[in-house]
């Protein structure tokens, strides 16, 4: 996992994202474990788990692309060597997500 400082700037929050059938499921099993509510709902291109505090309510869960995102300035983001590993092993096991869609059904 990598060890950078989330800026909190929202701005790799994106609701569209690779994800694989496992974490798809996993993230309906803690919306609803959570009862949660979309937070931002007029932010309709962000993640549904940001919340108003551009924190992650999930941060302990988060995806494998959140886990390997690195965002130390936006204009040169890029994801970890070990992130694009997988995706070129796995890639049939990653499809893009629209979250609110999949997940909320929204």
């Known amino acids: 996992m990598n060890s950078f400082k989330c800026k909190k700037c929202g701005q790799c929050c994106s609701n569209y994202l690779p994800l694989t059938t496992e974490e798809i499921k996993r993230l309906k099993k803690l919306a609803k474990k959570e009862n949660k509510l979309i937070y931002l709902k007029d932010w309709k291109d962000c993640c549904p788990f940001l919340n108003s505090k551009m924190q ?7 995806l494998i692309i959140c886990q390997e995102y690195n965002c130390y300035n936006f204009e040169n983001h890029t994801y970890s060597k070990r ?3 997988i995706l070129e092993k796995e890639e ?5 997500v629209d979250i609110r869609k999949e997940i909320f059904n929204n």
């Open 92 to 96: 049939n096991k990653f499809r893009l």
């Open 83 to 85: 992130f694009m590993q």
């Open 56 to 62: 992650c309510d999930i941060y302990k869960d988060r």
